[in-house]
């Protein structure tokens, strides 16, 4: 069995990482992907990113009507930061012997995995299957240098390219644009009626605010 894991903080949720998953899906042949966001990205303080329980809703809308994508709070449950690598022995752990784990990633992820905690691990743990970026190539041979294994652990997702990204949609709703055409129309619906990424509420419109409906 092939499982392909899609982690990031996904705030918001967007139509990069549902093309993604589509592409990894198909291309890879495999049985389910699984988004995992990060309770506490080890590169994001706490007050940088949503709160999780709002990152979850926006999630369970995006994957509506998608059987194939699951949702897994396996880092979200982590306490400290959250470590690819303990991730991945984790999964080997808990899923079923001989399971293929392809961990997703942008191109622009793979040039900066030298930095990741424990590069050399993750490659041996997981296929690393990656979609490309505008303005982003890969040089493999230098990655080696630093990280022995990844050429063997690389394999390419062709997909659309794509420039959505999750600041910029933030940076939209901030200002009161329309974000439809960059994320599912009921993950944008969620943000404009929780007023995400808009100016702090007062202290009564705290009150009334609950993420998870």
Same mark, same amino acid.
């Given at each position: 069995?092939?499982?392909?894991?899609?982690?990031?903080?996904?705030?918001?949720?967007?139509?990069?990482?549902?093309?993604?998953?589509?592409?990894?899906?198909?291309?890879?042949?495999?049985?389910?992907?699984?988004?995992?966001?990060?309770?506490?990205?080890?590169?994001? @303080?706490?007050?940088?990113?949503?709160?999780?329980?709002?990152?979850?809703?926006?999630?369970?809308?995006?994957?509506?009507?998608?059987?194939?994508?699951?949702?897994?709070?396996?880092?979200?449950?982590?306490?400290?930061?959250?470590?690819?690598?303990?991730?991945?022995?984790?999964?080997?752990?808990?899923?079923?012997?001989?399971?293929?784990?392809?961990?997703?990633?942008?191109?622009?992820?793979?040039?900066?995995?030298?930095?990741?905690?424990?590069?050399?691990?993750?490659?041996?743990?997981?296929?690393?299957?990656?979609?490309?970026?505008?303005?982003?190539?890969?040089?493999?041979?230098?990655?080696? !240098? !630093?990280?022995?294994?990844?050429?063997?652990?690389?394999?390419?997702?062709?997909?659309?390219? @794509?420039?959505? @990204?999750?600041?910029?949609?933030?940076?939209?709703?901030?200002?009161?644009?329309?974000?439809?055409?960059?994320?599912?129309?009921?993950?944008?619906?969620?943000?404009?009626?929780?007023?995400?990424?808009?100016?702090?509420? @007062?202290?009564?419109?705290?009150?009334?605010?609950?993420?998870?409906?």
């Amino acid at each position: 069995m092939k499982i392909g894991i899609l982690g990031g903080t996904f705030d918001p949720p967007h139509y990069g990482h549902l093309e993604l998953a589509e592409a990894a899906l198909r291309q890879l042949r495999l049985a389910q992907v699984i988004f995992m966001p990060a309770k506490q990205p080890p590169h994001k @303080s706490n007050g940088d990113i949503s709160p999780l329980a709002a990152r979850v809703a926006m999630l369970e809308r995006a994957l509506r009507d998608k059987p194939a994508f699951a949702i897994s709070l396996l880092e979200a449950k982590r306490a400290g930061p959250s470590y690819t690598v303990d991730t991945l022995r984790q999964l080997h752990h808990d899923l079923p012997p001989r399971t293929k784990i392809f961990f997703l990633m942008g191109l622009d992820s793979l040039q900066n995995l030298p930095t990741w905690y424990q590069p050399q691990e993750i490659v041996k743990l997981c296929k690393l299957a990656v979609l490309k970026r505008p303005g982003y190539f890969a040089d493999l041979n230098a990655l080696e !240098k !630093k990280v022995p294994g990844v050429q063997r652990a690389v394999v390419f997702v062709h997909a659309p390219e @794509s420039a959505i @990204s999750a600041s910029e949609i933030r940076a939209r709703a901030a200002r009161g644009e329309n974000i439809d055409a960059f994320t599912p129309r009921a993950v944008a619906a969620y943000i404009k009626r929780r007023r995400l990424y808009r100016a702090a509420p @007062s202290e009564s419109d705290a009150k009334k605010r609950n993420p998870s409906s």
